[in-house]
């Protein structure tokens, strides 16, 4: 089988895909900017708008409505005013909802086509034994899931009803052909998002009233009923879930192949077999022996994930409806489990911010350290970004307070008193704060010296090639006896011995670094078995040759493993985008910091650059697809990280103003002037030596600001 997404049926699923990664860029866009309106929560507001906000059940009768508004000359001119006001926001709302099911519609589209053989010799079963195919696949579906899920929980059922209601009246049915199957999609379900989710910029004020098509009994069937009002084909969920199951679809273990990291290596996963789950809820409900080998594979050390970016679940209040989900994750959450795993994530911190922090010293990372010591790098950023995920996630976004308790004071017993909770947590989160800026300073400098080593790496190669070759052309010459002031006698074959090496090396070949390799490792063995020779063995200047030959040819090897495997491996272990929204918790800490050592600002600028790792996941499909949504998504993601950053840094100025102001006040009031003449006694006193000492760590602090 050719390259899938070469095929027809590969682009067009890329193309869903792409789409699917805009949409929820717009629905995050669009949900931070619902008119208060719609949501009726004013009583000013009710006694205005009400008697022209309608939910669905305007549907049943229509004529009643319309006819007391048009009764009244004030519901008139009010519904007038509000039509010019917000008939634009109203559309971008409804072309938002019709995107979504115009994306199952599609998407169930697609799957009748290759089942009806459209796609020729591509059925579903050939996709997902193909590596990209059965990446899209379960994206497609998943994505479709967490529309489903942030919709719910980010815009309410009632004000969606309100929204659809008003852009009908105002258009008519006429020019909204697919409004009945968008009502279908969008009806209120009565709840303000998932159990155990976490309903991140969403209104405070939930929907806490079912509206006119909630059903009684509704509780106990969402959210079941909700993920199949458009229902996907029950033989290609399953066949997802088996491949999520089964394979590591991203081969993320090649950046995490530790046993004790396969969690965090196939947390991609997890999340999308989380959102997945709920169109088979039968799994959910009676599957036991999956859900037992989901949980062992997935969740056997955590319960807390990301299902979209900063979006985080919690699993122990999730999945606590559904049977066959609890008990699979009842020996996740069991107390012993929970102490043990919050005791070594703890004890982690300390470990892992000592081994970060000595690399960080002045003068270690330098480029023959670095390339001695790759896997060394490596290994500490694996340890520390998975003990940082833990704790991040099952420290701030776990919704069962029980357990989130233990984990956040780190204590072994569950029985802490409120007091020390509150000051074990802040003792401990300035902990993970302080890792997560020690750890972004170490990628973001290893990053750059790996960057500046592939920028240069050819060239480097040359060079060291150059320098090793005429060196042993040197030897060569200086072994024919004929060379001037060498005084050695001619030994014509260490002469060819030694030309034939500098042509040997003067041959290895850049673009074959495999071979190059073994053949390097092969020339300096030779250099240093001819070390024997008597008359080599006698002669220092022809030892040092051979010294700086075999260090070019080290040079030679250490330059071939620089590959830009190791930069996309550093990418996937420094991925953060799981804090996207957690990370709003530490804002206060960072102040704080930069407050108390301006130093700070320098190393929470490589901690936004590692923040930034969240553009790229939502923009990957995009622009794979080189669709026309890359700039708008871009700028939507981009400027949350600037709002970010700018609230981060609000303290800058504040503390760079107090710090001149302290410093005034110094060189004003406190600093005494130096007379003309002084006598000798009391030149000390005119030192002044504490005050100066405090005016220039005042003056340095505001020089780093600068930097």
Not at 232 to 248: E, K
Not at 559 to 580: C, F, H, P, R
């Amino acid at each position: 089988m050719k390259e899938f997404l070469n095929e027809v049926a590969g682009q067009t699923l890329l193309r869903l895909v792409s789409r699917g990664s805009a949409i929820i860029a717009e629905l995050l866009r669009l949900s931070a900017h619902v008119p208060a309106v719609f949501r009726l929560d004013d009583p000013a507001m009710q006694r205005k708008y009400g008697n022209i906000l309608f939910d669905f059940k305007y549907l049943t009768n229509s004529d009643l409505y319309e006819t007391r508004i048009e009764q009244s000359a004030d519901l008139i001119d009010i519904d007038q005013e509000f039509r010019e006001n917000h008939l634009e926001i109203l559309r971008r709302f409804y072309l938002l909802f019709e995107s979504i099911f115009k994306y199952i519609k599609d998407f169930r589209h697609y799957l009748q086509d290759l089942e009806a053989g459209v796609f020729i010799q591509l059925t579903l079963e050939i996709i997902l034994m193909n590596g990209d195919g059965k990446q899209l696949m379960a994206e497609s579906l998943y994505l479709y899931g967490v529309m489903l899920i942030l919709l719910d929980s980010r815009i309410e059922g009632i004000v969606r009803e309100r929204m659809l209601i008003s852009y009908l009246r105002y258009k008519g049915q006429t020019e909204l052909p697919h409004i009945d199957d968008v009502c279908m999609l969008c009806r209120s379900t009565g709840h303000s998002g998932l159990p155990g989710t976490s309903n991140a910029g969403a209104s405070s004020s939930a929907s806490s009233s079912s509206s006119s098509s909630d059903k009684k009994g509704a509780k106990d069937k969402y959210p079941d009923d909700y993920f199949a009002r458009f229902p996907v084909p029950a033989q290609v969920v399953s066949m997802v879930i088996g491949r999520l199951r089964s394979d590591d679809i991203y081969n993320m273990t090649a950046a995490f192949p530790l046993p004790e990291h396969r969690s965090t290596a196939l947390a991609t996963q997890a999340q999308m077999l989380y959102v997945i789950l709920y169109f088979a809820p039968d799994i959910l409900h009676n599957q036991q022996a999956v859900m037992r080998e989901i949980v062992d594979k997935h969740f056997p050390d955590n319960w807390v994930l990301a299902y979209y970016l900063g979006f985080t679940v919690d699993l122990s209040v999730a999945w606590d409806s559904y049977r066959a989900a609890k008990m699979a994750l009842a020996n996740t959450i069991t107390l012993p489990n929970v102490q043990s795993l919050t005791s070594k994530f703890w004890a982690r911190v300390i470990t892992v911010r000592k081994e970060v922090r000595a690399f960080l010293v002045e003068g270690v990372l330098v480029e023959e350290y670095i390339l001695d010591n790759i896997p060394k790098l490596l290994a500490c950023l694996r340890e520390a970004n998975v003990t940082l995920r833990w704790l991040m996630l099952h420290t701030n976004a776990s919704n069962n307070k029980k357990l989130r308790d233990l984990v956040s004071t780190g204590s072994e017993s569950g029985k802490v008193s409120a007091a020390a909770t509150a000051a074990g947590q802040t003792f401990l989160q300035d902990d993970v704060l302080a890792l997560l800026l020690d750890l972004g300073q170490l990628e973001y400098v290893l990053k750059n010296v790996f960057q500046a080593l592939l920028d240069s790496k050819q060239a480097k190669w040359q060079e060291y090639q150059k320098q090793g070759s005429e060196r042993m052309t040197e030897l060569g010459e200086y072994f024919s006896g004929e060379k001037a002031l060498t005084r050695v006698k001619k030994n014509e074959h260490l002469q060819n011995w030694f030309l034939e090496m500098g042509r040997q090396i003067g041959a290895l070949d850049y673009g074959d670094s495999t071979t190059a390799g073994r053949k390097m490792q092969q020339l300096i063995q030779a250099l240093v078995e001819v070390e024997q020779f008597h008359q080599i063995e006698s002669s220092l200047q022809v030892k040092q040759f051979l010294i700086d030959t075999r260090q070019f040819l080290y040079q030679m090897i250490r330059i071939v493993n620089v590959k830009e495997e190791v930069l996309i491996t550093l990418g996937l272990v420094a991925d953060i985008s799981y804090a996207w929204d957690i990370i709003d918790n530490y804002v206060d800490l960072m102040q704080k910091g930069i407050k108390n050592d301006p130093g700070l600002v320098l190393k929470l600028r490589s901690t936004f650059l590692k923040l930034a790792s969240i553009l790229d996941l939502p923009l990957v499909r995009i622009n794979q697809a080189q669709s026309n949504d890359l700039m708008s998504v871009s700028e939507y993601y981009s400027t949350e990280l600037v709002q970010y950053v700018r609230k981060v840094l609000e303290i800058v100025p504040k503390s760079m103003f107090i710090i001149l102001k302290q410093i005034i006040n110094m060189q004003t009031k406190e600093m005494q002037e130096l007379p003309t003449k002084v006598e000798k006694e009391r030149l000390r006193d005119f030192a002044q030596l504490d005050q100066r000492f405090e005016l220039a760590r005042a003056t340095h602090a505001i020089s780093v600001f600068t930097e």
